[in-house]
């Protein structure tokens, strides 16, 4: 049964636009894996960090609204766990 997720990344900003563009590509292709859906992405761009992370003060945010089976949870998030162009993600289920 697929639920609604929010998934919230931010990617680092010391890499270039075509590898911003292509990990955010990639994390798509992560949740449509095994009939998820991807149903808004929300760049929300380069913001400041509350704290430094890996020596980052800024990052580039992106909200991807999607329809996920809880099952493959599992494997998008060790595949956001495993990508070293992400400083940090977040997945959470909206309220129904």
Do not use: F, H
Not at 13 to 37: M, P
């Amino acid at each position: 049964m697929k639920r609604a997720y929010e998934v919230v990344v931010v990617v680092r900003l010391d890499l270039d636009e075509a590898t911003i563009n292509n990990t955010i590509d990639q994390i798509r292709g992560w949740i449509e894996a095994d009939g998820g859906e991807v149903q808004k992405i929300d760049r929300w761009g380069r913001r400041k960090l509350a704290y430094e992370i890996k020596k980052q003060r800024e990052g580039y945010y992106v909200l991807y609204d999607s329809l996920i089976e809880s099952r493959n949870l599992g494997e998008l998030e060790r595949n956001l766990n495993l990508n070293q162009n992400l400083l940090r993600y977040l997945v959470v289920r909206k309220d129904e």
